[in-house]
C-alpha cells in the first residue's frame, strides 16, 4: 500500500500557483520523496523527488519540511496543460522494494 | 529527448489469446518495468526485471504473465490465454538505475472480449 496520504483532488486558476501536499508521516530516514503526475491516460511523468532538502527544477519545486513528514509540490505558473492526477511516492532502500507503488493522488484542475 | 516506445498502442483480443506487448526502453537504461492500469483505478506495479532476469514482481503477475528481453533492445510482456479482467492500459517504463527515476512509455491498452 501507498505510504503517503494526499488530497484527492484541487483546483487552482490558470497562472497561480498549485501547490500539492502529502503526507508521509512514516517515512524512513532513506526514502525519497518523489512525484509523477499522469495526464489523462498517459503514462506517468516524472517530475521532481528530494531527500530532505528543497528542490527546484524547471517544471516545480518541492518543499519538504524539516521533520520531513509531509512536503508540497509546487508549480510555479499553473497552465491548462497542467490538468493531470499528481502522485507522491516515497521510495528507497528500506522500503524493502525500488519498485514505485502508485496511491490514489490528488487530481489537479487548472480552471481557465 | 529519448524516450520509451510502445507497440502496440491498442490491441483488441478474445478470451484466451496469447498477447504479447512489446516495449523499447530508452537505450543506456538497465531496469526495466511493466504496470498496469484497469481504468478508473491505480497504476499498478507488476513486474521489474534487470540483467536478464526478474528481480521483483507482484501478486497480479501470476503464470500467465512472463516478460523476456529477446534483443538488445526490446522488452517483452506476454500473457499467455488472456482474461476478461486483463484488459487495461499496459506501460512500460525504463530506469539507469535502481533508484533512478522512471521514465514510462505511453502505454497499450489492450481490450478482451
Known amino acids: 500500500d501507498a505510504k503517503t496520504t494526499q488530497p484527492t483532488s484541487m483546483d487552482c486558476a490558470e497562472g497561480r500557483a498549485a501547490n500539492l501536499p502529502c503526507n508521509h508521516s512514516?517515512?524512513?530516514?532513506?526514502?525519497?520523496v518523489y512525484w509523477y503526475r499522469q495526464i489523462h491516460s498517459q503514462g506517468p511523468q516524472y517530475i521532481i523527488h528530494?531527500?530532505?532538502n528543497n528542490e527546484t527544477n524547471e517544471m516545480a519545486s518541492l518543499i519538504i519540511t524539516e521533520d520531513r513528514k509531509s512536503s508540497t509540490l509546487i508549480l510555479p505558473h499553473a497552465t491548462l496543460r497542467d490538468t493531470a492526477v499528481y502522485y507522491c511516492?516515497?521510495?528507497?532502500?528500506?522500503?524493502?522494494?525500488?519498485?514505485?507503488?502508485f496511491g490514489t493522488g490528488t487530481r489537479l484542475k487548472v480552471l481557465a | 529527448e529519448p524516450e520509451v516506445t510502445q507497440t502496440p498502442s491498442h490491441q483488441v483480443t478474445q478470451m484466451g489469446q496469447e498477447v504479447i506487448l512489446r516495449c523499447v526502453p530508452i537505450?543506456?537504461?538497465?531496469?526495466f518495468y511493466w504496470y498496469r492500469q484497469i481504468l478508473g483505478q491505480k497504476v499498478e506495479f507488476l513486474v521489474s526485471?534487470?540483467?536478464?532476469?526478474?528481480?521483483?514482481k507482484s501478486e497480479i503477475f501470476d503464470d500467465q504473465f512472463s516478460v523476456e528481453r529477446p534483443d538488445g533492445s526490446n522488452f517483452t510482456l506476454k500473457i499467455r490465454s488472456t482474461k476478461l479482467e486483463d484488459s487495461a492500459m499496459y506501460f512500460c517504463?525504463?530506469?539507469?538505475?535502481?533508484?533512478?527515476?522512471?521514465?514510462f512509455g505511453e502505454g497499450s491498452r489492450l481490450t478482451v472480449l
Open positions: 537505450s543506456n537504461h538497465l531496469y
Open positions: 526485471f534487470y540483467n536478464n532476469e526478474i528481480s521483483e
Open positions: 512514516t517515512i524512513s530516514g532513506n526514502e525519497y
Open positions: 517504463a525504463s530506469s539507469p538505475s535502481p533508484s533512478g527515476e522512471l521514465f
Open positions: 511516492i516515497v521510495r528507497g532502500p528500506t522500503s524493502g522494494t525500488y519498485k514505485y507503488i
Open positions: 528530494g531527500l530532505k
